[in-house]
């Protein structure tokens, strides 16, 4: 079956620190996998999504490589900033349905 | 470009009793899906439709739960009657043929 996991909560930096969120899947077959984000009061938004081994997705800042070997995808920005305050979903598509992880909350203090 | 939409935002109800919730996907969307989203938990999805038809509601509560999109596009999600354990917001999304679901602003239900 399909799945994800990803780093428990809340994550706490201050502005400009170096960001990484761990996320591991299991899925069958070659799912397409994404970061969606959901900032306070608003809807889940996709933030960046990687289809095939070896992609990179990147949006504002963010990066994610889809390795394969390590069936993992982890989400990193260089330098956070308050307003990326908000809860993050790893997200495997396998077939076109999805499965998200968790959510990790990230807390970006001035 | 309009997006998600849904109604209500909000709904509080006494369990036992029922309830609806009302989405319209973006214009030209064939394929439409229900999650429920458990605070502290990310969505799980309840039910897909492509055009009018179910593809998948293997994780959909059918004694309770029920859903429909009779003409392929608005869809409609009912409880009956609902449980506390239904206390969630109720997010409907939305995709064109490729693999990227946009998602409606949820109906966040209280169950009392």
């Known amino acids: 079956g399909n799945s994800v996991t990803q780093m428990e909560g809340p994550v706490t930096l201050s502005e400009e620190a170096f960001l990484t969120i761990n996320c591991t899947y299991t899925a069958t077959g070659y799912p397409s996998l994404f970061w969606y984000v959901q900032y306070p009061g608003e809807g889940l938004q996709l933030l960046l999504k990687?289809?095939?081994?070896?992609d990179k997705g990147s949006n504002k800042g963010f990066e994610a490589t889809y390795r394969k070997e390590t069936t993992s995808f982890h989400l990193e920005k260089g330098s956070v900033q308050v307003s990326d305050s908000a809860v993050y979903f790893c997200?495997?598509?396998?077939?076109?349905?999805?499965?998200f992880g968790g959510g990790t909350r990230l807390m970006v203090k001035p | 470009e309009a997006g998600v939409a849904q109604s209500p935002r909000y709904k509080i109800i006494e369990k036992r009793q029922s309830v609806a919730f009302w989405c319209n996907p973006i214009s030209g969307h064939a394929t439409l899906y229900w999650y429920q989203q458990i605070l502290g938990q990310g969505p799980k999805l309840l039910i897909q439709?492509?055009?009018?038809?179910?593809?998948?509601d293997s994780q959909l509560p059918k004694d309770r739960f029920s859903a429909e999109r009779l003409k392929g596009v608005d869809s409609t999600l009912k409880i009956q009657p609902a449980k506390l354990e239904d206390s969630a917001v109720y997010l409907c999304a939305s995709s064109p043929p490729s693999d990227e679901q946009y998602f409606g602003p949820g109906t966040r239900l209280t169950v009392t």
């Open positions: 439709f492509q055009n009018n038809g179910v593809v998948d």
């Open positions: 997200v495997n598509n396998a077939g076109n349905m999805l499965t």
């Open positions: 990687a289809t095939k081994a070896d």
